[in-house]
């Protein structure tokens, strides 16, 4: 006599259930244990930091998250850092070719110093490249060395800036009593021939960074002066008001000033 349908199937999942319950291992294993791979998870984490830095959704911070000490070093110490400042330079000499310069000598491009012009990285080396607390004291000794090189990539645009015609002024957070000092350093690495080296004056202590640049933009363009080009490695080095008409960031992972 033939089966009924219904009883097969009911004795077929009879038998699997039995096997299920008398196997001591299920057919579907979850992980007991937990584990990562902590270079692979810190490098996706710490490049994924680096690009909120860069485009200023990190906001303010202070230092850089300690696990993150290896990957801002490989990058600033590897080709990556020397490969980006190159791409900035770059934009920024392709736009600079885009102005036309006039015959009054009022076309104008700011620089920035630190992480812009010159590199503190012999510094920074030796500060756990920006991992450590910010000393004020140990920064005026090395300033006062006036050892910082030239970022290859910035001195080759602002002599090519010269070339064309643009008055160069160096704007920098770096303090009065600094000037000789700052001077040197820039002539030294080979930056020559700025039209105004602006420091920070006893009138602007305790002024932001955003603030107290704007302020001397400002000046620049009450006098007349047509800043064509901003060139800094903070975004306080650019935003503000009397803005370029075109602003270059450079990299920096090491320190964040607002």
Same mark, same amino acid.
């Given at each position: 006599? $033939? +089966?009924?349908?219904?009883?097969?199937?009911?004795?077929?999942?009879?038998?699997?259930?039995?096997?299920?319950?008398?196997?001591?291992?299920?057919?579907?294993?979850?992980?007991?244990?937990?584990?990562?791979?902590?270079?692979?998870?810190?490098?996706?984490?710490? $490049?994924?930091?680096?690009?909120?830095?860069?485009?200023?959704?990190?906001?303010?911070?202070?230092?850089?998250?300690?696990?993150?000490?290896?990957?801002?070093?490989?990058?600033?110490?590897?080709?990556? *850092?020397?490969?980006?400042?190159?791409?900035?330079?770059?934009?920024?000499?392709?736009?600079?070719?885009?102005?036309?310069?006039?015959?009054?000598?009022?076309?104008?491009?700011?620089?920035?110093?630190?992480?812009?012009?010159?590199?503190?990285?012999?510094?920074?080396?030796?500060?756990?490249?920006?991992?450590?607390?910010?000393?004020?004291?140990?920064?005026?000794?090395?300033?006062?060395?006036?050892?910082?090189?030239?970022?290859?990539?910035?001195?080759?645009?602002?002599?090519?800036?010269?070339?064309?015609?643009?008055?160069?002024?160096?704007?920098?957070?770096?303090?009065?009593?600094?000037?000789?000092?700052?001077?040197?350093?820039?002539?030294?690495?080979? *930056?020559?021939?700025?039209?105004?080296?602006?420091?920070?004056?006893?009138?602007?202590?305790?002024?932001?960074?955003?603030?107290?640049?704007?302020?001397?933009? +400002?000046?620049?363009?009450?006098?007349? *002066?047509?800043?064509?080009?901003?060139?800094?490695?903070?975004?306080?080095?650019?935003?503000?008001? $009397?803005? $370029?008409?075109?602003?270059?960031?450079?990299?920096?992972?090491?320190?964040?000033?607002?």
């Amino acid at each position: 006599m $033939a +089966s009924h349908p219904l009883s097969l199937s009911f004795l077929l999942l009879s038998f699997l259930i039995s096997s299920v319950s008398s196997s001591s291992q299920p057919i579907i294993q979850l992980p007991t244990t937990t584990y990562r791979k902590s270079n692979v998870d810190d490098d996706l984490y710490c $490049a994924s930091w680096h690009l909120s830095v860069e485009t200023n959704n990190a906001g303010s911070w202070k230092q850089i998250p300690i696990r993150c000490e290896s990957f801002v070093q490989d990058y600033m110490t590897g080709p990556r *850092y020397m490969s980006d400042s190159e791409i900035v330079a770059n934009y920024s000499l392709a736009y600079a070719s885009s102005v036309e310069i006039g015959r009054d000598g009022k076309d104008a491009w700011v620089f920035d110093i630190d992480e812009t012009l010159l590199t503190n990285l012999p510094y920074y080396q030796a500060h756990g490249f920006g991992s450590e607390p910010f000393d004020e004291n140990s920064w005026d000794v090395w300033v006062d060395l006036a050892e910082a090189p030239a970022i290859p990539a910035s001195l080759k645009l602002y002599n090519e800036l010269k070339q064309m015609g643009f008055k160069i002024f160096v704007l920098t957070g770096r303090s009065e009593n600094q000037r000789n000092a700052t001077g040197k350093n820039l002539l030294f690495a080979g *930056y020559t021939d700025w039209e105004r080296l602006i420091l920070r004056g006893p009138s602007d202590d305790g002024t932001l960074a955003t603030v107290y640049k704007s302020e001397k933009r +400002s000046d620049l363009v009450n006098e007349g *002066y047509r800043i064509h080009g901003s060139s800094g490695d903070q975004w306080s080095d650019l935003l503000g008001f $009397a803005v $370029a008409k075109r602003s270059f960031k450079l990299p920096n992972p090491m320190y964040y000033i607002s």
